[in-house]
């Protein structure tokens, strides 16, 4: 045989059609083909494969008798494979595009835990970050600001000191701030700082606030006052403690 009808003589093979000095010399072939092991062991159960076929496209039956060919029966059980493949193609298909589906799925719900407003949130998962849930489980010190600033802290006495929530509103950037504590004897810490984007926060078309904390060493009976203030020295909200 020729390596070419070597590759071809699977199915005859498996069907047992093969002349015996051919099969003998396809066995041999085997040993050193994995692409033809493969393949017949794809085409095991032969029997059953068979069971089911009927006629495929446009093979018809030798004189009308039902009965086939080993020619055609070897081409029809290379149909019935190749068809098997197909659909175990398909199969895969699906099931890659169901996976993307989940990961994305998946990206989305991890958006929505992160606490973006608006997205769904778990049981038992806060929707607002750490200075936000700070001040809204507390009691507010209302503060005075500057022409169109509101805003309050919370505060809460620590073994090292005060945490310091803050709400803030009707500021505009580009600005950066800080959080200033002034003890009594007129001592100044900063609790913490950040930078007031263009947009702003609580003003029109910008209305949420901003909500940042911090803390300071000392504890609220040494503290006079906290201050929200410009880097260039302008002071924005005082709350008096």
Not at 76 to 105: H, M, N, P, Q
Not at 175 to 193: D, F, K
Not at 204 to 221: F, I, K, T
Request: overall charge negative; aromatic content about 4%.
């Amino acid at each position: 045989m020729t390596s070419q009808v070597e590759h071809t003589d699977v199915g005859a093979y498996a069907l047992g059609i093969l002349e015996e000095p051919d099969r003998t010399a396809f066995s041999n072939h085997l040993a050193a083909c994995p692409s033809c092991t493969a393949e017949l062991q794809e085409l095991s159960g032969v029997a059953g494969a068979l069971a089911g076929i009927g006629p495929l496209g446009d093979e018809r039956d030798d004189a009308d008798t039902g009965d086939r060919g080993p020619a055609e029966v070897v081409n029809l059980l290379r149909r019935r494979k190749a068809a098997d493949r197909r659909a175990r193609r398909g199969t895969f298909v699906i099931g890659a595009a169901a996976a993307v589906t989940l990961v994305a799925g998946g990206i989305a719900a991890g958006t929505s835990i992160s606490g973006e407003k608006g997205g769904s949130v778990p049981v038992g998962h806060s929707a607002h970050g750490p200075a936000e849930d700070a001040y809204r489980s507390g009691t507010p010190l209302a503060g005075t600001g500057a022409p169109g600033v509101t805003g309050g802290l919370v505060l809460e006495t620590k073994g090292w000191g005060t945490h310091a929530a803050l709400e803030l509103r009707g500021v505009k950037g580009p600005l950066e701030c800080e959080l200033v504590a002034v003890s009594r004897t007129g001592e100044r810490r900063v609790v913490t700082g950040w930078a007031v984007p263009e947009r702003g926060y609580g003003v029109p078309g910008s209305p949420e606030p901003l909500y940042v904390h911090g803390g300071v060493a000392w504890g609220p009976a040494g503290i006079d006052r906290f201050e929200v203030r410009t880097t260039g020295g302008d002071t924005l909200l005082t709350v008096t403690v």
